[in-house]
């Protein structure tokens, strides 16, 4: 907890760093009530910071300084200044050594920050200023050095030694102690630091390559997992290859190393040479794991190895550049999940879930620039803006430059750039070095908070056989941010006849058509662009691939966009068309009932989704992500005003309606899908996932009906499969259903089977938190006594609390404010325990004004209550007063 008032820190203010570490040497003694952390730092004045000798001031926090060296002679306490964060003191040669050892208390860490123990296992992280808990460092990314770390404990509890780099040395001690000593031969960060200790067992396999080299590939994780690892080491192997094919990247060190925690505040870390992983991101066998936990899996293995280049090789300046790492790669692990499965599904799932929370986040009150400029607390920005927008921002230049280019870029960055601390500027540089483009007003996107509006209208003229296309971009006032630039925003796009056909697109002053479906560049406020040689008024199909993260509008009639939904030649889009249709749809919906009247489904909606469902040409996959009717989520943000109760009764008569009328063939589709789940072996691939995800999204709609058929079909694949796909779906819907004997049986059963393995339990937790039927705050209250439950743990916080407050929105709006109360009982708890964790409970108290008047009083007063009731961790301060500002 701090002690000074927290500050606001600027990117205007960098400064380069005073001082260099050329070498970092570390050991660390690790014991049961405390360990001792040795650093030795080969120091010197940095060239490019100017004259003299000033301080130096390391980043030190939590420590307890024992004994400290400059050029071998000890210092006394009159020779420094320490501080709760800071130890200063006087150089005076330009290059120097210094020593310090220091006291730590990992066995009592609950912030997951630094050295922490995790059940039996000592492990780290570091990113963003964890390391400043471990020993007093120059904390910052733009200090690179070379590290080696010996590692001392006990043997028989901590028979693994494990840190960044290749194993150089090792021997035993006298008293049952062992050691290693890793070195790690690229500088690096201190984000990038770790260390992991423990009795842990590991899947080992290797991979070649391109240039011949063989490189070890291990999975340790503890004794009772060794038998879930065997679809991470896959998805390693497929991204190493991917990363060569694609980007040219080789691996460069002998061993790859990912060790899999149970406590982890998040997804997983892309440490040099030693992964640290959430285990909910490594571990997933057919039977404990739904096939979106594997496609998870895959991502983030992918995602945290893409990081050795993008990130690790070449890596940040300073943290406002997060997104130089973070989007970059992002964007590369959704690429290499396009590739390795449904490129459109992976496209609509990520736009599905950019829309919903990413413009949600960018219209509040913490909403911020992909590369913000200032901050309080750096661990409160690893959001979906630095991450799911700065990967769209990515993307766009993609798109822009064509993927040759883009290629040449990267391979002109990683070269220019390799072993550098850089920024984003150098990135675009690249990029502009590269394709010869200017890309200044593009750079708008790195420095302009907000999501976009794209406003378009249509104007054709039979006598010249031209329509014209007019767009309007506006962008709506951020904190701090009230007036914007025009942006540059690709719209891909295509016009179809009416025969559904994409028609050649010729702008006027071509010479000739330019393709059928093309990127516009849009960067003026208003603009028009004219297509000649047009027979007819065609109906055009915009954003294809939802080529920007923009709001587009259109007016679009129901019946065009029923057209759309079965024509348009870009997958996303006819995606899209039904989205749009089912919005339209609900938002009558929800008007009807705010009336007062009798709610009335557009029949259209019945039709549009009957066809999907009795072709059995189209990819299974698309139809099941077709008949997903947009999320209560989504709807609340599209919302000026939400209504919860309104969107949340609508949307489920809207399915109910859907289940009755669909009936015969939802069922159809569900037996034929489901016979062929029960007789075939669970694989992970992409055919696979989406059989089971229209029977499943099927079984979802039939269990509406309550017939007895669907009850009996619903027990069964709930009690004969072999995967937690069809199993957890069983019991979801069970758990929303009123057949309240069964799902009972079925929750206790699950939860008896299963009691042993917490990421399964996580998932138990997940489908009571997330069930709208009335009553849903007392059972996750009375979840919160469950043995298996405990705040200290991040995935049982997120499995339960999370799910509640994110994904059970009537439930958590109770219009008494108990949802809200509970909340922040929570975070103040947890504020102590683990902040960061705490400011991310925090989000959905931050969207109020998204809600009624009386509701956004009750939430903005316990974002007072939380901002009164003690001293604050900087994480929740920045969030709450930053809330309650905006
Ligand atoms: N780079 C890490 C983020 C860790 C942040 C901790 N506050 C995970 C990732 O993006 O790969
Ligand atoms: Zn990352």
Redesign the pocket.
């Known amino acids: 907890m701090r002690t000074e008032q927290p500050k606001m820190i600027y990117l205007k203010d960098y400064q380069v760093p005073d001082y260099l570490i050329d070498e970092t040497h570390l050991t660390f003694e690790l014991y049961e009530d405390h360990s001792l952390v040795h650093a030795q730092l080969v120091m010197r004045r940095n060239p490019d910071a100017g004259a003299g000798l000033p301080p130096l001031v390391l980043d030190g926090q939590q420590l307890e300084l024992l004994e400290l060296k400059l050029d071998d002679r000890p210092l006394g306490a009159g020779d420094y200044q320490l501080s709760d964060s800071h130890l200063t003191l006087q150089p005076t040669q330009e290059r120097f050594v210094i020593d310090s050892s220091v006291r730590i208390h990992p066995e009592s860490n609950t912030a997951l ?1 630094g050295l922490y123990k995790s059940g039996s296992m000592f492990c780290t ?1 570091c ?2 200023e964890g390391f400043r808990k471990i020993t007093y460092y120059l904390d910052r990314p733009d200090v690179m050095s070379k590290f080696t770390t010996t590692v001392s404990a006990e043997q028989h509890a901590y028979p693994v030694l494990l840190s960044n780099g290749n194993p150089i040395a090792s021997g035993v001690e006298e008293g049952g102690r062992h050691w290693a000593t890793w070195e790690d031969p690229f500088k690096k960060p201190a984000y990038l630091f770790a260390l992991v200790a423990g009795d842990l067992w590991c899947v080992e396999d290797s991979f070649t390559t391109m240039s011949g080299r063989e490189v070890a590939l291990r999975i340790y994780v503890e004794p009772e997992n060794i038998d879930k690892c065997q679809h991470a080491m896959d998805s390693l192997k497929k991204s190493m290859k991917w990363d060569e094919e694609v980007y040219g990247r080789e691996y460069d060190l002998d061993i790859f190393m990912i060790v899999a925690v149970n406590d982890f ?6 440490n040099k040479g030693l992964n640290i992983f959430n285990s909910s991101c490594v571990l997933a066998k057919a039977d404990t794991a739904t096939d979106a936990a594997h496609q998870r899996v895959e991502a983030v293995v992918a ?2 190895y893409f ?1 050795n280049w993008s ?1 690790n090789r070449v890596t940040c300046r300073d943290w406002f550049q997060l997104s130089l ?2 989007g970059f ?1 992002v964007f590369r692990d959704a690429e290499f999940s396009a590739d390795m499965n449904s490129r459109t599904v992976k496209r609509i799932e990520d736009v599905a879930y950019l829309r919903t929370h990413q413009f949600a986040e960018d219209a509040g009150p913490m909403a911020h620039p992909v590369r913000p400029d200032a901050f309080i607390e750096i ?1 409160n920005f ?1 959001t979906l803006t630095v ?1 799911e927008k700065g990967s769209e921002v990515l993307r766009m230049i993609h798109t822009l430059l064509g993927s040759e280019t883009f290629r040449k870029g990267s391979d002109l960055y990683f070269e220019r750039h390799d072993g550098q601390a850089v920024t984003c500027d150098d990135f675009i540089q690249a990029m502009e070095d590269a394709s010869g483009r200017d890309l200044s007003q593009f750079k708008r996107w790195y420095t302009q908070a907000g999501t976009p509006r794209l406003a378009v209208s249509e104007a054709f003229d039979a006598a010249t056989r031209t329509y014209s296309l007019t767009f309007r971009q506006s962008c709506p006032a951020t904190p701090g941010q009230n007036d914007k630039l025009p942006f540059v925003i690709p719209v891909e796009l295509g016009l179809l006849d009416a025969q559904g056909q994409d028609l050649p697109l010729r702008l006027q002053g071509e010479r000739a058509a330019v393709g059928r479906s093309r990127v516009l560049s849009v960067t003026e406020a208003e603009q028009t662009f004219t297509f000649v040689d047009m027979p007819a008024k065609p109906l055009p199909s915009l954003l294809r691939g939802f080529s920007a993260p923009v709001k587009l509008s259109f007016p679009y009639s129901r019946d065009q966009l029923m057209f759309l939904m079965q024509h348009d030649s870009d997958g996303f889009n006819r995606w899209e068309a039904g989205q749009q249709l089912s919005v339209q749809v609900l938002q009558e919906l929800i008007g009807q009932q705010q009336r007062g009247e009798t709610m009335q489904l557009d029949q259209r909606l019945v039709t549009a989704l009957r066809s999907l469902l009795e072709n059995d040409r189209l990819d299974q996959a698309m139809v099941a992500e077709m008949l997903s009717l947009p999320g209560e989520g989504y709807l609340t943000e599209i919302s000026e005003v939400a209504d919860v109760d309104a969107i949340h009764s609508a949307r489920e008569f809207a399915r109910q309606q859907l289940a009755e009328a669909l009936f015969e063939p939802l069922w159809q589709r569900y037996q034929a899908n489901r016979k062929l789940s029960r007789n075939t072996p669970y694989v992970a691939e992409a055919a696979h996932f989406a059989r089971r995800s229209l029977q499943n999204i099927a079984l979802s709609y039939l269990m509406l009906t309550e017939r007895a058929e669907v009850l009996a079909a619903c027990l069964e694949q709930y009690e004969v499969c072999d995967n937690m796909t069809e199993r957890l779906t069983a019991l979801a819907v069970l758990v929303g259903s009123n057949f309240d004997t069964e799902k009972a049986e079925a929750l206790t059963a699950f939860a008896e089977h299963f009691k042993d393995n917490p990421l399964v339990m996580d998932q138990w937790f997940s489908v009571q938190a997330a069930c709208t039927l009335p009553g849903g705050l007392a059972r996750v209250q009375q979840l919160m006594q469950h043995p298996a439950f405990t705040l200290k743990n991040p995935n049982k916080v997120r499995a339960l609390i999370g799910a509640f407050a994110g994904q059970n929105p009537v439930n958590f709006h109770a219009v008494d404010g108990s949802g809200y109360r509970f909340l922040s009982d929570q975070v103040i708890i947890l504020n102590a325990l683990n902040p ?1 964790i705490a400011a991310r409970l925090l989000a959905p108290l931050t969207r109020w004004a998204k809600y009624d008047s009386n509701r956004q009083g009750l939430m903005k007063a316990e974002l007072q209550r939380i901002l009164a009731s003690g001293e604050l961790s900087s994480d929740v301060f920045e969030v709450v007063s930053k809330s309650l500002a905006g």
């Open positions: 920050e992280q990113e963003a505040n998040m997804g997983a870390m892309e995602h945290e990081h990130g790492k973070e790669t661990s690893y991450y960061q």
